[in-house]
């Protein structure tokens, strides 16, 4: 046998055993059920909510992304066994509450908020700027104070800090004006004075606030990767303080927005993404969890809608798609007043027997299907539609004991009609609707057949096997 035969066939039987190895450890992998509290309930004594109650009820793998430096309340979980990460956020407070020193500035020298938040009756608007040394030991302070309240994970809220910041106009800082003129320095501009200001040249310029529209700012695209860059190096050196500190792994997670992998985003080691009602198909989120699998992340979804068969469409989708929707309770919604950000709380009744279903069915989850897809011929039942014009959208769930359907019309007509075909016997009281509201749709026998009429856009049913 020649060498090169035999490099031939180490690489085959590498590869062989990477994919071995790579289909154990995706059959064996729980799909972790997330609880996202972001306070801890009650938060007041008027507050009927409670963290506890949730806890209780869903019984989550661990607590993601939850505002809390209350150790009684934190030792609650702690008692029960749930892990749980917390929260910080470039809003951290510096003074009695308020955000006053190491903050991002604009083009004047004057704090800048948010634009998405400046409506917000907040105590404290402003985001610390990564550049400002008084921010930096803030930060790592604070994070210090998470770790000994026991948290396995610190999850950074917003963690673009000054990158985003250069789309709102900043952050103009002494230090980031001066760290900029380095930065030039050390990229190409060697005869720079160390004079050289970057807000005085903009001046110069004729500019007198920013940001602006329509118009070349001079330089502004090398101050977007000056700031970027900016980001990076303190998160790193955030990281790997905190790592030292807590002389244990952490996980470090964030809420990556779209699900992206951003330079920012890739020094985490969880994303979390609040999808808007429109990117919630099945396509989209393949295609984010591919892209997280490829750089060795988790990716973990939450649905900013108030919706619930929204929710209850985005939970099938992300879970069979080898992800997980966070528990629609105390999740983000977008409001119009923009006065608060609003959240949603999603019924119990609802959610949690599903979540229990995911619980019991791991092992089968996994094994979905379209419409178009010809797996569904092993299904126990045909599903036809009443009229060839729908298009119809449907996805078959085995969770062992059961089979879940659900049927999405895109096009709006008044009532739908579908017939199931049993080709096992199917008897009425196996099937179980779970949205929309069971007296929304009527189930009768017509010969073998079922036929399922409904007015909404989406019918869950259960079916026991
Ligand atoms: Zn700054």
Known sequence: MGNNVKVYYFILFFLLWVKTTGGYAQETEQYPIILSSRWFHPSSPKDTLSTIRMVELYKPDRIDWMYCTNDSQLAQLRMRKVPYSLAINPQVPDSAGYTVNGRIKDFRGQKLAAPWMRNWKQKNPYWGCVNAPVFQQLFLQESYKLIDLKAYGLFVDDARFNDHATEWGGCLCEYCLTGFTKYLQDNGADSLKSSFNYRVFLQNEGIEVLPIKDRLIPLWIHYQTFQTQSVIRFLKTWRQEV?????????????????????????????????????????????????????????????????????????????????????????????KSEQTANRYFGENQKFQPIYHLLRQGQKHILRTANANNKARKAAPFQIITESKRDSLNLHEYDFGKYRIVMIEIDKYRKSHTIKLQPSTLLKKENIQVLFPDPELVDIWQEGRNYKVIFSSELVILRISK
């Open 243 to 335: 790592e030292k500190y807590a002389g244990r792994p952490v996980t470090f997670l964030t809420n990556n927005y779209g699900g992206q992998w951003t330079e920012i985003y890739k020094i985490f080691d969880i994303g979390v993404a609040e999808l808007p009602e429109n990117r919630l198909n099945r396509n989209y989120l393949l295609a984010r969890m591919t892209e997280a699998d490829r750089l060795n992340k988790k990716q973990y979804f939450a649905l900013s809608s108030d919706k619930e068969g929204k929710q209850l469409k985005a939970l099938f989708l992300t879970y069979s798609a080898g992800s997980t929707l966070i528990i629609p309770w105390d999740v983000y919604i977008p409001t």
